[in-house]
Nanobody
Framework: QLVESGGGLVQAGGSLRLSCLASGRTFGDYAMGWFRQAPGKEREFVAAIGWSGIVTFYPDSMKGRFTISRDNAKNTVYLQMNSLKPEDTAVYYC?????????????????????WGQGTHVTVSS
């Protein structure tokens, strides 16, 4: 089970840190990802991180503003979001996948993830 938290309302230019707590004792066996979905749009890849936390992936549009990290001792993955823009408004989901070949092309495919959280809402006001 994955449970996201940390969403909310923030002004443009502000920051938020999302958390995703995973239940179970094998968190370290899963690569983790963050996706987002704005109203009327497809679910979009935001970031991914490998099992150990060393390897991370971002689409070009997120590089420099978003940072993914994980703490395997706490079964938690984080998404630090800085310099937020109104277009970042969306529901943010974390996801877990057991099999993972660490490339951006693999990381960004939402169909490759085995488990999903319920999402947390992020609203960025202008």
């Amino acid at each position: 089970q994955l449970v996201e938290s940390g969403g909310g309302l923030v002004q443009a230019g502000g920051s938020l840190r999302l958390s995703c707590l995973a239940s179970g004792r094998t968190f370290g066996d899963y690569a983790m990802g963050w996706f987002r979905q704005a109203p009327g749009k497809e679910r979009e890849f935001v970031a991914a991180i490998g099992w150990s936390g060393i390897v991370t992936f971002y689409p070009d549009s997120m590089k420099g503003r978003f940072t993914i990290s994980r703490d395997n001792a706490k079964n938690t993955v984080y998404l630090q979001m800085n310099s937020l823009k109104p277009e970042d408004t969306a529901v943010y989901y974390c996801a877990a996948r057991r099999s993972f070949r660490p490339t951006l092309e693999i990381a960004r495919v939402k169909e490759g993830y085995d488990y999903w959280g319920q999402g947390t809402h992020v609203t960025v006001s202008s």
